[in-house]
């Protein structure tokens, strides 16, 4: 498990996240970026890397059973992959309650970032990051894991 041992040392409150790119997603260094900045926060990171098939992120979710999902794109494929992959979370009854959110590029067409966030959520997305959200979102987000929350699934920008 990738982790700063300094960071889980102070903050033992932190969270399990795992962190991971959709299948198509080559691109490391957004990873890099979430991954110091969730750490930052005070969590415990496992970073599965880009290109990771879905299998394998449901196979390492299921073992690890974190407390969140992050799932970052930045080649415009984040709405088809990020679809076809919350689909099989939400068909395992081990992880189907586990916050997942995905960020970054999500479309290459350049349509309303706010309908593909809406069809991500209703898809079973815990939240949607727009590739120009502040990284601040992503901690109300985590913050917002502790109070009660409706049934709606949450949208960030």
Do not use: Y
């Not at 992959?85 to 009854?93: C, E, F, N, Q, Y």
Request: hydrophobic share 45%.
């Amino acid at each position: 498990m990738l982790m700063n041992p300094v960071t889980a040392a102070v903050v033992p409150r932190g969270r399990n996240v795992l962190l991971s790119s959709v299948s198509s997603d080559s691109h490391t260094w957004n990873l890099v970026f979430l991954q110091l900045l969730l750490e930052e926060m005070g969590h415990r990171v496992v970073n599965l890397g880009a290109c990771v098939p879905d299998e394998l992120l449901i196979q390492e979710c299921s073992v690890i059973r974190p407390d969140l999902v992050v799932i970052s794109t930045v080649n415009g494929h984040g709405q088809v992959d990020g679809r076809r992959l919350i689909g099989k979370v939400r068909a395992r009854p081990e992880i189907r309650h586990t916050p997942v959110v995905i960020g970054g590029k999500l479309g290459i067409t350049g349509g309303a970032q706010e309908d593909t966030a809406r069809r991500l959520v209703s898809a079973g997305f815990s939240a949607v990051f727009s590739d120009d959200a502040e990284p601040a979102a992503l901690g109300r987000f985590l913050a917002s894991l502790d109070r009660p929350r409706p049934h709606r699934q949450v949208v960030a920008s």
